[in-house]
């Protein structure tokens, strides 16, 4: 129970790497607000939370909007009273070099990537300094530092999320609170199923994916939140502004 009676905040809660994080840290004994754009989503996700006992509310919001997580926020804190717990996980990625990407596509992207981590950490660190600490985590990826062909957008927002986690890290230390980030390599996600839709040979495009890891397989997201257990546990309280690569060996090559 390395998270018995800690209040949670999972963004991008309703699939992926925030299921399986919602999910572990339910086992862990966390009480938990599963946050999604979509709500049907987050609630489905909240429910099995709350089949395992746990406390757990759903909460539709668009990480980008200030309103939104606000809202998110405070429904947290009337729930709960307190917030110890926020993983950044909300985002997505768009195919595209910076010649043929749409500008509109790369402004919402970063609105969710890049914006989102910044409101909601903005308006979750004055609740935790209040109850005398906590713990964020983002999600980054090992494209902040490798960098990747056609994906021009989702590195440049990955690279700001491990920048604002440092920044995050030395801002806040005195505030009680530790800043980290998990860099995923490629993890087999719904997201993943729908950018193989778009591919001409799909199976093509999962077996040279699955090949550029050293294990030569694609990571599953109960093994991400696994990296994210640890960050947001007290297991992890000597790191701070520390990005956590789990990558199966691919930036390794």
């Not at 938990?32 to 099995?48: I, M, P």
């Not at 909007?65 to 993983?87: H, K, N, P, Q, Y």
């Not at 964020?136 to 021009?152: E, F, L, P, W």
């Not at 440092?166 to 801002?171: M, N, Q």
Request: hydrophobic fraction near 45%; glycine fraction near 10%; charged fraction near 20%.
């Amino acid at each position: 129970m390395r998270l018995k009676e800690k209040v949670c905040i999972v963004t991008g809660g309703g699939s992926g790497i925030g299921r399986a994080t919602s999910l572990l840290f339910a086992d862990e004994g966390a009480r938990l607000v599963v946050a999604d754009k979509r709500a049907t989503s987050a609630q489905a996700v909240s429910s099995e939370c709350a089949g395992k006992g746990a406390q757990a509310i759903a909460v539709e919001a668009n990480v980008a909007s200030a309103a939104d997580v606000t809202r998110m926020v405070a429904a947290t804190v009337e729930r709960f009273g307190r917030l110890d717990i926020l993983v950044n996980n909300a985002g997505y990625g768009i195919v595209g070099t910076v010649v043929d990407t749409d500008e509109d596509a790369w402004d919402a992207l970063m609105s969710v990537n890049v914006r989102g981590v910044f409101l909601c950490s903005k308006y979750a660190i004055p609740v935790m300094k209040a109850n005398g600490g906590g713990t964020i985590v983002n999600t980054a990826s090992v494209v902040a530092s490798v960098g990747i062909g056609n994906r021009a957008a989702y590195c440049a927002s990955k690279g700001a999320v491990a920048a604002l986690t440092r920044a995050i890290a030395i801002d806040h230390v005195a505030d009680g609170i530790r800043c980290n980030a998990i860099a995923p390599g490629t993890i087999d996600t719904p997201y993943f199923d729908e950018m193989l839709k778009q591919s001409a040979d799909a199976s093509a495009m999962r077996k040279a994916l699955a090949a550029r890891q050293l294990l030569g397989r694609l990571g599953t997201p109960e093994e991400i939140a696994a990296g994210i257990l640890f960050l947001a546990s007290d297991e992890s309280r000597f790191a701070t502004g520390t990005i956590l690569t789990l990558d199966g060996g691919m930036t390794a090559q």
